[in-house]
């Protein structure tokens, strides 16, 4: 296609944009008003919301599915009047529980717009990018796509591992593309500050110790080991040393290396009266491109072997129970420099390339199926993602269905002649 019949229509598609602005954000308010907290998880309610908005914007190939029936994803597509290139816009339709509610200001399911911000359950992480997206793609339906398609994948089950969502879809084979990009939120201190290249991998572990238990009020007349206060002298050890026995190289994108929790969730003892003999933790370790499932194996139980021979009374035990690759593409990909160019026009600047600090839906995309993905861009800041009071700024709603359609329709137009 020609610089000047894109240049045209894009135009057009901006037009038809705009008169969206009011009713995405209304619709994003729609969205985050449907409870789909997961646990304990339930899409039935947003996806049949979905599922009707798609159809009154003219989007008629839309179906449902998931490996069971209160766990349905969404894919629609826009299709080309002729074979072409093939995009992906993908976000998840489920977020996490809300939490502590006295500690939110508001009813997470009754979004508020206070101050040009939108709070609600579900605003940044991502009901907005969803939003966005299907509205994007209710633009370029709008207009006609000349060649190729596009297609919107809305899972479920992400914010509990996407085993019922993303996964599982990859894992049937129902994904494929050219490129896909996922609307996590990019922003940590503003908005729209990078896009993401990388998605980190995550590692999760438990670790079982064992000591005695017996009854506690002779603990100090017989020998005993108190499998809690060992737990907690293990759980600090690690959380001073551990970063330091993992085996990875560095990466530019990622300058501060994995991240270590440990001691994400704890549990140990038994009641009152009973020396504990048994306590558990667990640990959330990010990894970068390079780091493998069998080296972080190695690296943990050689830590914990160390551990117990510096301390003969420390019985502990890994269990490692879920390894998520990280991703990565290149910089050059079609897909990154079509979103670079959207968002210089839309934002008035370049965000700059980094890696998402977690995992996301990418490992599916791109290691199963086999899609080149860019694993977050999309409105809100991630520290607010899982917390009370979460928001976003309500000018990003508009600017996020700006750059998706825009980076949407110049990576299908293909290189401009």
């Not at 995550?202 to 080991?225: E, F, K, N, W, Y």
């Not at 390894?323 to 600047?349: K, Y």
């Not at 979460?390 to 359609?405: H, P």
Request: glycine letters at 10%; hydrophobic letters at 40%.
């Amino acid at each position: 296609m020609s610089g000047t019949d894109l240049e045209a229509r894009e135009g057009r598609l901006l037009e038809r944009l705009e008169s969206y602005q009011e009713e995405v954000l209304e619709f994003t308010r729609e969205l985050i008003a449907t409870d789909s907290a997961n646990p304990p998880g339930d899409e039935r309610a947003v996806a049949g919301m979905i599922v009707e908005r798609l159809r009154e914007l003219g989007i008629e190939d839309v179906e449902t599915m998931g490996p069971e029936v209160d766990r349905p994803s969404v894919i629609a597509c826009v299709n080309g009047d002729s074979p072409g290139p093939r995009l992906i816009l993908s976000g998840h339709i489920d977020t996490k529980p809300a939490g502590d509610m006295e500690a939110w200001k508001s009813d997470p399911w009754d979004p508020l717009v206070r101050e040009g911000r939108l709070y609600g359950l579900g605003s940044g992480d991502m009901k907005a990018a969803v939003a966005a997206m299907i509205y994007a793609a209710a633009g370029l339906q709008g207009i006609g796509l000349p060649a190729g398609s596009l297609q919107l994948v809305l899972t479920a089950d992400e914010e509990a591992g996407s085993v019922k969502g993303a996964k599982w879809m990859a894992d049937q084979g129902l994904l494929s593309a050219d490129a896909a990009i996922i609307g996590e939120p990019s922003g940590i201190t503003t908005e729209w500050e990078a896009l993401h290249l990388v998605s980190r991998g995550a590692a999760l572990v438990r670790i079982v110790v064992r000591g005695t238990q017996m009854h506690s009020s002779i603990t100090d007349r017989l020998p005993s080991v108190n499998a809690s206060v060992k737990m907690a002298e293990l759980m600090v050890r690690m959380n001073n040393e551990l970063k330091d026995g993992i085996t990875y190289a560095g990466h530019p994108l990622s300058e501060l290396g994995p991240t270590v929790n440990v001691g994400v969730m704890v549990e140990g003892g038994v009641f009152y009266g009973v020396c504990p003999g048994r306590a558990e933790f667990a640990c959330d370790i990010r990894t970068l491109p390079g780091m493998t499932e069998e080296a972080m194996v190695a690296d943990l139980q050689e830590f914990l072997d160390v551990a117990m021979a510096d301390d003969p009374d420390l019985d502990a035990e890994l269990h490692f129970e879920t390894w998520v690759g990280p991703t990565e593409i290149a910089p050059d990909e079609p897909v990154v420099e079509a979103l670079l160019g959207a968002s210089r026009d839309v934002l008035g600047s370049t965000p700059r390339l980094e890696a998402f600090p977690g995992a996301t839906d990418a490992p599916h995309f791109q290691t199963t199926a086999g899609i080149p993905t860019v694993a977050a861009f999309g409105p809100g800041l991630l520290p607010l993602a899982h917390s009370p009071n979460e928001y976003l700024e309500v000018a990003s709603v508009g600017k996020a269905m700006r750059i998706y359609a825009l980076a949407s329709a110049r990576f299908l137009a293909g290189p401009v002649s």
